[in-house]
């Protein structure tokens, strides 16, 4: 089955610097890219998402890429904030799924110091 | 806003009691899902329900588990039996369509912290 990679598990940041989170998935067929923040304690919730059919998606301070050749996306944010510091989530939806069924990657914390 | 529903917000129980967890998804979505996280760790999925039977399911969801739609609101997850390793966050959550649409977002609801003892 699906099996998606996520590094790193933490990241610290300043203040206005970028962030980068990569994963890796296992399965070709995987179609469907979305990622998702949850804070202490709450829901995750879906920031930016991409499918296999585009290489690359921006909303605002938040960009995915995506290489299907070499199995691997990125969540990129840029001008960070205290306010992003949460956990991020990325995940894949594996072949023949539908789109809520998600096979998720470890997580990635992110700190965002002041 | 629509929002998916979940209650208890926390349980506790005891080993080997039967557990029901309810959810009420976003009254127009037709696709209704569970996940799990326990504590620190990855969101997991569990089981994914349309049309009143399952349509997916994972390894986690063995023969203890089931799900079902009780009436035209509520998505409900059981445990038969629950042991220690059940203790985790069990998220519902709900979509509209298989497809990959760009309106087709999971929604996931806040949550039902479960702790067996």
């Known amino acids: 089955g699906e099996n998606v990679e996520q590094h790193p598990s933490t990241l610290s940041v300043q203040e206005g610097d970028s962030a980068v989170i990569k994963c890796t998935y296992s399965?070709?067929?995987?179609?469907?890219f979305p990622w998702y923040k949850q804070e202490l304690g709450k829901r995750p919730q879906l920031i930016i998402d991409?499918?296999?059919?585009?290489g690359e998606k921006k909303d605002q301070r938040i960009a995915v890429t995506l290489n299907k050749t070499a199995k691997h996306f990125s969540l990129h944010i840029t001008e960070t904030q205290p306010e992003d510091s949460a956990v991020y989530f990325c995940?894949?939806?594996?072949?023949?799924?539908?789109?809520?069924?998600?096979?998720f990657g470890k997580g990635t914390k992110l700190s965002v110091k002041p | 806003e629509p929002e998916v529903t979940q209650t208890p917000s926390h349980q506790v129980t005891q080993m080997g009691q039967e557990v029901i967890l309810r959810c009420v998804p976003i009254?127009?979505?037709?696709?209704f899902y569970w996940y799990r996280q326990i504590l620190g760790q990855k969101v997991e999925f569990l089981v994914s329900?349309?049309?009143?039977?399952?349509?997916?399911k994972s390894e986690i969801f063995d023969d203890q588990f089931s799900v079902e739609r009780p009436d035209g609101s509520n998505f409900t997850l059981k445990i038969r039996s629950t042991k220690l390793e059940d203790s985790a966050m069990y998220f519902c959550?709900?979509?509209?369509?298989?497809?990959?649409?760009?309106?087709?977002?999971?929604?996931f609801g806040a949550g039902s912290r479960l702790t067996v003892l």
């Open positions: 399965d070709s067929a995987s179609n469907y």
């Open positions: 991409i499918r296999s059919n585009v």
């Open positions: 959550a709900s979509n509209w369509d298989k497809g990959f649409s760009g309106a087709n977002v999971l929604t």
């Open positions: 329900f349309y049309n009143n039977e399952i349509s997916e």
């Open positions: 009254s127009n979505h037709l696709y």
């Open positions: 995940a894949a939806s594996p072949r023949g799924g539908s789109q809520g069924n998600l096979i």
